[in-house]
């Protein structure tokens, strides 16, 4: 019996050292599990602060952009506005001119009527400038003055 005790010492020590090392084993893979969990978690925390990220920078781009247009119509807005002032202030100036050409043209008639008639008379505040006559025998020459000399200065 003594062997027997002995043996099933043996065996309990024996059983107690696997059942241990089982534990140290389901252990280990527990630890293994949790850090796995971890990582996932870690990983899944990163890739949606990554998206996050992502998000906001195409929100900032959109914004960006938009801002973008806005100043590009805004500049347009203003270019159309300079070029119809410009056109307006053409378009005045030409209708001011077109004004004062047509009273110029009236008070020109006003003043020196059209005659239909060649033969008819002239109007009375017209002056015709007509040359002098000419003499056939005296060519148009200009005078010129002799040169001075010294003594005629004396």
């Given at each position: 019996?003594?062997?027997?005790?002995?043996?099933?010492?043996?065996?309990?020590?024996?059983?107690?050292?696997?059942?241990?090392?089982?534990?140290?084993?389901?252990?280990?893979?527990?630890?293994?599990?949790?850090?796995?969990?971890?990582?996932?978690?870690?990983?899944?925390?990163?890739?949606?602060?990554?998206?996050?990220?992502?998000?906001?920078?195409?929100?900032?781009?959109?914004?960006?952009?938009?801002?973008?247009?806005?100043?590009?119509?805004?500049?347009?807005?203003?270019?159309?506005?300079?070029?119809?002032?410009?056109?307006?202030?053409?378009?005045?100036?030409?209708?001011?001119?077109?004004?004062?050409?047509?009273?110029?043209?009236?008070?020109?008639?006003?003043?020196?009527?059209?005659?239909?008639?060649?033969?008819?008379?002239?109007?009375?505040?017209?002056?015709?400038?007509?040359p002098p006559p000419r003499n056939p025998?005296?060519?148009?020459?200009?005078?010129?003055?002799?040169?001075?000399?010294?003594?005629?200065?004396?």
């Open positions: 019996m003594a062997y027997q005790r002995l043996n099933e010492t043996w065996c309990d020590g024996l059983a107690g050292k696997i059942a241990e090392a089982e534990a140290r084993e389901q252990a280990k893979r527990e630890d293994a599990e949790r850090l796995a969990e971890r990582e996932a978690a870690l990983a899944a925390a990163a890739r949606k602060q990554e998206e996050e990220r992502e998000v906001d920078r195409a929100a900032a781009a959109r914004k960006q952009e938009e801002e973008r247009e806005a100043a590009l119509a805004v500049a347009a807005r203003k270019q159309q506005e300079e070029r119809a002032a410009v056109l307006a202030e053409r378009e005045a100036y030409l209708q001011a001119a077109r004004a004062k050409q047509g009273a110029l043209r009236s008070r020109l008639k006003e003043l020196e009527p059209r005659h239909q008639d060649p033969r008819a008379a002239p109007h009375p505040r017209r002056r015709d400038f007509v025998r005296c060519p148009l020459v200009p005078i010129v003055p002799p040169r001075r000399t010294r003594r005629s200065w004396r």
